[in-house]
Structure formats: structure tokens, C-alpha cells
């Protein structure tokens, strides 16, 4: 019985790995998009003062 158990581990571990691989990959691309929208925002904002010439 304990044989079962173990080899029913193994997709789990495996499930859990892909989650947190894709978890990780999310995080990056939030923190990137964030940035990016950080800088746009900023741009908005200074584009006025370039802008009256």
C-alpha cells in the first residue's frame, strides 16, 4: 500500500513544480509590465513640459 502512495506522489511533485515554475514566470511578467507602466505614466506626466516648446 505504501508503494501506491509514493508512486501517487510523483504527478503531484511534478504538478507542483509547473505551478511554481509558472507562478515565478508570472511574477516577472507583472513586475515588467509594471515598470513599463510606471514609465508610460511618467512619460504622460512629463510629456507637457516638453511639449509647449
Known amino acids: 500500500m505504501s508503494g501506491t ?3 501517487a ?3 503531484f511533485e ?3 513544480e509547473h505551478l511554481a515554475e509558472r507562478a515565478r514566470t508570472l511574477a ?5 509590465m509594471r ?4 514609465r ?7 510629456w507637457p513640459l516638453f511639449a509647449k516648446g
Open 9 to 11: 506522489r510523483a504527478p
Open 35 to 38: 515598470d513599463d507602466e510606471h
Open 5 to 7: 502512495m509514493i508512486a
Open 28 to 32: 516577472a511578467a507583472r513586475l515588467r
Open 14 to 16: 511534478r504538478i507542483a
Open 40 to 46: 508610460w505614466r511618467r512619460a504622460d506626466l512629463l
